[in-house]
Structure formats: structure tokens, C-alpha cells
């Protein structure tokens, strides 16, 4: 595995912001108020690495003054004022502002209460078809007053579930809102999720009220979903409504309100006043064994955090434009429309990434100049790949971050960006979790960006990396852990008696510390290195390596498509290591190409990376989220059935398991 250099082996910088962006950052402004008022350490002018690491040490040393700032920067309005900031620091289980009231839903809006603003985009929709087409703020304020109320009419009241099976449509973000506005809990699968695994997740937390697309455009294609809806509906007997939204314009079924008729008012929204630890929504982990995970997070806890994220840490706010490339059934959606929060406007775009070329999301951000463009480190490489060339190509002046999740994205991409995009470019590399919905580290405004790593840990998060008897290391190799509370983590999973479930997936290695399962570096220099997952590590004669290490090099071959490595400890004390490679159409897996994969893991990572076994598969397996599915390929190949292995119905392609189920069977046989 690559280990980050050390402080002798002072990298150098790809970008570094100038001095008068450092000055005009939110969090360089929040520094100085933290410092004035909150007992925060006085910044150090002119050294803005020592200046993050001082405020970062405080963040979470003194976590009820730094979120007391935060809240007060926010300006998050609190109906009725907590007790304190932090009454229990316990994990699982710490109570954040008790006592305190307030509604997410009501943040969202404030900005069209600005008459100087009302009429400016709050939302700003792209499909296959069409150009931008803006919703005011007045209107979107509107449309949800108007929800809100339907709702009510129907009987929703705090604590209640909504479910969306609907795409990247404003439609989308008007439910979401109004649900959050009645105290509701808000939760949405993307309609290219099927029946059963729609079913998986929404049967676990019976919702009262369904919204629902009759279809959608994907790829050039038309796709209809009536036959789906009308499978949920017959299996979903909690429902006293169903709200039928034609983006195919179809008429709505027998027994469905149009979505015209329960928008159409001009009411003023009732925000209900809520507890700062009341249910905003359920978001539900990628499920690869079992059924998924039903993640409650807060109301109270994801407005401060998703504040706390794009203020200062995505520098975002009035006059920027949001765009993160994204579906309802990713927390990546919830995130962006949390960028209503501080006045952006989001960017919602509703298609292919790769329709009708490569270049498409640049496109995109093109037509709707966008100010910070999110997308997938996959979509970045496959850019790299199919020689894209955006800034040469596209105006993109506007764009002034680039950032990327979904996994660690390679040296090779932030090369890419850096030389097709622009040179001058922020280039945030962020991780995160669907578990707390935002990030652990990632975006700094303030800070250098070095090739390959994420600039630093975030405000209030107590990121470390933990070896096997619970120390913390630097410049190594270790489990990531988070040693102190943060708002934004679950304040449940549903339907989980006494925590159980809950424990076990973050608690049980490291008692009372979130243990999230990937592997990192923490450098001495105080950037992050992501490694991969953690229970898919590769642990090779004692020498721990990411299965991230792997794809980067291997897939920068113009044959390689995408690649799965496992490693897989055998009864006997071996250890066999396998490399999968979906193979570049026209290409072929022969000795000279073999060579060269050997060669390049060789000769960039190590001999001990070298796989025992290539073999060339008809596509890689992913979650519907689009995640690699290693663990469950692991333990098929230890000869565990399919049906015990994985949910299949969280799978992008459960034919592609089989060959993993019969190549296990042939081994045992041999």
C-alpha cells in the first residue's frame, strides 16, 4: 500500500488558494468570530495550515462552544433555546441541544422571505430533454406551503413517514420540504430501484403518503414505472395516499391525488416546531447482506451539520450554484438540497451521466453555471479515459471547485482535473458516509491540495486513525474512527430494539467509538489518505493494503474497464488473492496483457499487490448506489450461498454473482 510521505518528504502542492481567497472564506471569517467570542485560538496570520489545524484541535476538543458558533453563524433559528449544547457525549446515544425546537424545512425557506431574492432560482432543473428551467424562491416557498397543507389535510402529522419514488425533479425537493415542514419523516428510492428493493426499504418504516413518478428518461430511453407503483401500492398497506407526478404525462391512476391539485394554492407554509433530535428522514445503507439498513437522522443534527459543511467547509452561499451529480436514492441528494440552506441555488439534473457522451455533467454545469460541481471519482476517470477535455471545450470560468466522492479518487484524476479543467481549480476529494450523511474530511477553502489526498479532517469531527489495539497513528495505516460525538450521526436505525443493530455496526470494535469501516492514513501534515473498506482490506504476508491501491493502478490500462480484487483467507493458512477485470470492448486478456497488469502493480504498488489470478469477467457488481460489492463476493467465494451473501435485490446486476458462486464451487472441487 502507498503510505503518505512523511514531513521530510514535503510533497508538493497542486493547487494552493492565494492569499485573497483565504481571506474572503467563510471559515477564515468564522475563525476570527470563534476567536472573539467563543474562546476559539486567535488565527496565525499568514500560515492558513497551521491556522485550520489550530481551529480543527479546538473544534473538537470543545465541541459545545465550536457548535454554539456554529449555530450562531448559521444563524439557525431556535423557536425555543436548548438547555445546552452537548448534555451526553455518549456514542451511541450523545443528546445534542435538549430542549431546544426549531424546523429544518423553515431554514430552507428563508431566503425567499428576502423580497431582494424571492425571485431569483432557488432550483435550477436539467434533463435529457431540456434546458435549464428555474423555480423561484417565492414559488418553491409556495408549492411547499401548499404541500404542507394537503398533507396536514390528509392527516400527517410529527413523526409520520413519506416515501418518494421519484428522480432528480423539483418535485423531489418540494416533498421533501413540505414532509420536513409537518414534522414528517422523509424518505426516497429513485425509480430506477426496483419493486422488491423499493419494498426492502419502505415496508420497514410503513409510510403514510406515497409520491410517485409514472416513469422516466434515462440514456435516451423512455422508462415506464406505472407497473411498479401499482406493486407498491398493493404492498404497501400503510398507505392513506398516493400522489401521482406524470413526468411522462400520463393521467394518474384510480384512487391517486394529481400532483397539480395538492400544489397548486399559494399557502403560506406552517413550519411545525420540532426537537432538535425529531426524525427528518430515513436513508438506508447499500444492504449487501440482510435488508438495508434504515438510518434515522435528525432534524436538528443534519441543519447544523449541513451548514457547518457547505458554509464553511464548501464555502458556498448566496450567488453560488450547486451541482452535484446525484439520484434520490443516494445521501449525496439529501445533501444537495440541503444547499437551499445557505442560499444557493441547486443545480438538479435528471439523467445519464453519460448521455449523450462522456462529457454530459460538464455540460451541464456549463448551461447553469454552476459554481461548485460534485460528482463521482468514477465519472472523473472515465473522463481521463475517453480523453474528454472540458476546459478546452466548454466555458466552465465559473467553476470553482470540483469535488468528488463515491471513492477515493486516484492520483491520476486529480491530475486530470488539474491539466483539462483548469489549472487554478479547487479539487476537493471528499469521504464521507450514508451513516452520518456528509463527510469525515475533504473540502477546506483554506488549505493546499496535494495529489491523492483529501486537504483535512472536518470542523467538529474527531478524525483518527486507530491500529488494531485502539492507539491512533500517523503517517500509517489504520481503521477510521470517529472518537467524539457529531450531530449528524443516527440518532436510531428503525425498527432496531435496544440499539442492536446499531452497535454492531459501528460500536463493537472500539466500544463507545464510531468505527466506520474503511481504511486511512492521517499524515503528519494533517491531510487524509483513503485506502478502502476496511473489511475488505487486503492483508497480504502481514502488509495491509486498500483494494482503492489496486484499481488505481490497474485501471489506468486503456484495456480495463473496471476491476475487483478480493482477498480471501483459505483453511490451510494461505491467502488468495484473485483480481476480476471487465475488459474494454475489443480487448483481450492475453499473455501480453496479463504481463503488463503484473508489471504496472509491480512496479507502482509492490510484489506483494500482484495478484495470484487474473480472470476476465463479463462486468463488476455493484449496489444500486453504485459501489463495488466486495464483501459479499468474498464470502461467496468462501463458498457462503448467494441468498446468505447478499440481498440480491440491492444489487445493480445479481447474474454477474453466479459467476462467483461457481467459480467457488469449482475451487472446492479442484
Not at 270 to 280: G, K, N, S, W, Y
Not at 301 to 314: N, T, V
Amino acid at each position: 500500500m502507498t503510505t503518505a510521505p512523511t514531513h521530510a518528504e514535503q510533497p508538493t502542492p497542486l493547487w494552493r488558494p492565494d492569499a485573497d481567497r483565504v481571506a474572503r472564506a467563510q471559515v477564515t471569517r468564522f475563525h476570527a468570530r470563534a476567536a472573539e467570542r467563543y474562546g476559539a485560538p486567535a488565527p496565525v496570520p499568514g500560515d492558513p495550515e497551521a491556522d485550520y489545524a489550530a481551529l480543527h484541535r479546538w473544534s473538537v476538543t470543545e465541541p459545545e462552544p465550536f457548535w454554539q458558533a456554529v449555530a450562531d453563524w448559521c444563524d439557525v433559528r431556535f423557536s425555543h433555546p436548548a438547555d445546552r449544547v452537548l448534555a451526553d457525549r455518549t456514542m451511541p446515544g450523545a443528546t445534542w441541544f435538549p430542549g431546544a425546537t426549531l424546523n429544518y424545512a423553515e431554514h430552507a425557506l428563508r431566503t425567499a422571505e428576502d423580497p431582494a431574492r424571492a425571485a431569483e432560482p432557488a432550483l435550477l432543473h436539467t434533463d435529457e430533454n431540456h434546458d435549464p428551467r428555474p423555480v423561484t424562491w417565492a414559488e418553491l416557498r409556495a408549492r411547499v406551503g401548499s404541500l404542507a397543507a394537503e398533507l396536514r389535510r390528509l392527516g400527517v402529522r410529527p413523526g409520520d413517514r413519506v416515501s418518494g419514488y421519484l428522480p432528480n425533479i423539483p418535485e423531489a425537493v418540494v416533498a421533501l420540504l413540505a414532509t420536513a415542514a409537518v414534522g414528517g419523516v422523509w424518505t426516497s428510492c429513485a425509480p430506477d430501484f426496483g419493486a422488491r428493493s423499493v419494498l426492502d426499504r419502505f415496508q420497514q418504516v410503513e409510510p403514510v403518503v406515497l409520491f410517485a413518478v409514472d416513469g422516466y428518461h434515462y440514456g435516451g430511453k423512455r422508462h415506464e414505472r406505472t407497473d411498479t407503483v401499482a406493486e407498491l401500492r398493493a404492498h404497501l398497506p400503510t398507505l392513506r395516499a398516493v400522489v401521482h407526478v406524470p413526468l411522462l404525462g400520463t393521467p394518474a391512476p384510480e384512487g391517486t391525488l394529481e400532483w397539480s391539485a395538492v400544489t397548486s394554492g399559494d399557502t403560506e407554509p406552517v413550519f411545525e416546531q420540532v426537537p432538535f433530535d425529531h426524525p427528518l428522514w430515513v436513508l438506508y445503507s447499500s444492504g449487501t447482506t440482510g435488508l438495508p439498513k434504515a438510518i434515522v437522522q435528525s432534524q436538528g443534527g443534519i441543519l447544523l451539520e449541513h451548514l457547518k459543511q457547505l458554509s464553511l467547509h464548501c464555502d458556498l452561499g448566496p450567488g453560488d450554484r450547486f451541482f452535484w451529480y446525484t439520484s434520490t436514492g443516494w445521501m449525496m441528494w439529501n445533501f444537495l438540497v440541503s444547499g437551499l440552506l445557505v442560499g444557493a441555488t441547486v443545480v438538479l439534473h435528471d439523467g445519464s451521466p453519460g448521455h449523450p457522451d462522456t462529457a454530459a455533467q460538464w455540460r451541464v454545469a456549463e448551461r447553469t453555471g454552476t459554481t461548485l460541481f460534485g460528482t463521482s471519482a468514477a465519472y472523473v476517470m472515465a473522463c481521463r479515459k475517453a480523453d474528454v477535455h472540458p476546459g478546452r471545450d466548454l466555458d466552465l470560468s465559473r467553476v470553482r471547485c470540483v469535488a468528488t466522492t463515491g471513492s477515493p479518487l486516484p492520483p491520476d484524476g486529480f491530475r486530470w482535473i488539474h491539466d483539462e479543467v483548469a489549472e487554478d481549480m479547487w479539487i476537493a476529494s471528499v469521504s464521507g458516509g450514508t451513516d452520518v450523511c456528509s463527510c469525515f474530511a475533504g473540502a477546506v477553502p483554506t488549505l493546499p491540495v496535494y495529489v491523492g489526498e483529501l486537504q483535512g479532517p472536518g470542523l467538529g469531527t474527531d478524525l483518527q486513525a486507530w491500529d488494531e489495539q485502539g492507539k491512533p497513528v500517523v503517517d500509517e495505516v489504520g481503521e477510521l474512527v470517529v472518537a467524539r460525538p457529531m450531530p449528524s450521526m443516527p440518532v436510531r436505525f428503525w425498527n432496531d430494539p435496544g440499539d442492536r443493530r446499531y452497535r454492531e455496526s459501528y460500536f463493537e470494535m472500539f466500544p463507545g467509538v464510531w468505527r466506520h469501516g474503511d481504511w486511512i492514513t492521517v499524515t503528519s501534515r494533517g491531510t487524509v489518505v483513503v485506502h478502502g473498506r476496511s473489511d475488505s482490506t487486503l492483508n497480504r504476508q502481514g502488509v495491509r493494503m486498500g483494494s482503492a491501491d489496486i484499481y488505481e493502478a490497474v485501471e489506468r490500462l486503456p484495456e480495463i474497464r473496471e476491476s475487483l480484487v478480493i482477498g480471501l483467507e483459505e483453511p490451510d493458512g494461505g491467502y488468495w488473492m484473485p483480481l476480476f477485470v471487465h475488459l474494454a470492448p475489443g480487448a483481450t486478456l492475453d499473455d501480453e496483457l496479463l504481463g503488463r497488469i503484473k508489471r504496472i502493480i509491480r512496479e507502482q504498488l509492490s510484489p506483494r499487490h500482484v495478484p495470484d489470478e487474473v480472470i476476465a469477467v463479463d462486468g463488476i457488481p455493484h449496489t444500486l448506489t453504485g459501489k463495488r460489492i466486495e464483501v459479499p463476493v468474498k464470502r461467496l467465494l468462501q463458498g457462503t450461498p448467494l441468498e446468505q451473501a447478499v440481498n440480491p435485490g440491492s444489487v445493480d446486476n445479481v447474474e454477474l454473482l453466479h459467476f462467483y458462486e461457481d467459480l467457488a464451487r469449482r475451487r472446492r472441487q479442484a
